[in-house]
C-alpha cells in the first residue's frame, strides 16, 4: 500500500469528465445518465484499500439522504493483481447491501479515473449541475478523518453537499484526500 494525496489537473468550472461504464447492478451508466440531479458526486475508489473502505458508510449515506445528489464510485483498480477490487467482487457487495450509492462502476481500462486525474482511493470530485452539463465545484476529502481507524469530527463532503443543494456557497476549505495509490495496470 502506498498512501499518496489526491492532485488531480481538474479546476473549479471543469466540464465533468464524460464516461459509459459496466454498473455492478448489471446496467451500463454514462454520465448523462445522472442529468436528473442538480449534484454529482464521483468518487474513485475500490474494495480493498483501507481508506477508501473507511468511507463507505459516509458514501452510503451521501447516496440515501439527498435526492438531489448522485454518488458514483468508480473503481479503476487491476483486478487481476487485486482481486477484491473485481467485478464480481463489486457485484456480491451491491447485492449484499453493502454499496448503496447510486451506480457503482467498473472502469477496467482505467481511462475515466485518468481523464478525472484521480490518484487515489478514495478521491472525491463534487460536480453542480450547470444548465446541462456537471462543473466541478470541490475536490476534497469526504470528513476529516485522515486515517481508516479514525472517527471524524467533521463530515466536510456533507457540507459541501448540503451548501451546493442550497445555492449557497461551499463553507469548506478543500483539502487534498488521501488513500492507497490507484493500481495502475502499467505500473
Not at 464516461?19 to 458526486?41: I, K, M, R
Not at 453542480?128 to 462543473?135: C, G
Not at 478523518?145 to 463532503?157: G, I, K, L
Request: net charge negative; proline share 6%.
Amino acid at each position: 500500500m502506498v498512501l499518496v494525496e489526491s492532485d488531480s489537473e481538474l479546476s473549479h468550472g471543469d466540464l465533468a469528465p464524460s464516461f459509459e461504464l459496466p454498473g455492478a447492478d448489471g446496467e451500463t451508466y454514462a454520465l448523462s445518465d445522472f442529468d436528473g440531479y442538480e449534484a454529482l458526486l464521483v468518487v474513485v475508489t475500490c474494495n480493498h484499500c483501507p481508506y477508501a473502505e473507511a468511507k463507505v458508510d459516509e458514501l452510503n449515506h451521501l447516496a440515501t439522504a439527498y435526492d438531489d445528489l448522485a454518488v458514483v464510485g468508480i473503481n479503476p483498480n487491476d483486478a487481476e493483481a487485486y482481486p477484491d477490487d473485481s467485478m464480481a467482487r463489486m457485484e456480491e457487495r451491491v447485492a449484499a447491501g453493502e454499496i448503496e450509492y447510486t451506480a457503482y462502476l467498473r472502469d477496467e481500462s482505467q481511462a475515466v479515473a485518468r481523464s478525472y486525474g484521480a490518484v487515489c482511493t478514495p478521491d472525491p470530485f463534487l460536480f453542480e449541475r450547470d444548465d446541462d452539463a456537471f462543473r466541478l465545484a470541490f475536490h476534497s476529502r469526504i470528513d476529516d478523518a485522515m486515517n481508516p481507524d479514525e472517527e471524524p469530527s467533521r463530515f466536510e463532503m456533507r457540507e459541501a453537499v448540503e451548501a451546493l443543494l442550497a445555492g449557497d456557497d461551499i463553507p469548506v476549505e478543500e483539502t487534498p484526500s488521501q488513500g492507497c495509490s490507484i493500481k495502475w495496470t502499467d505500473e
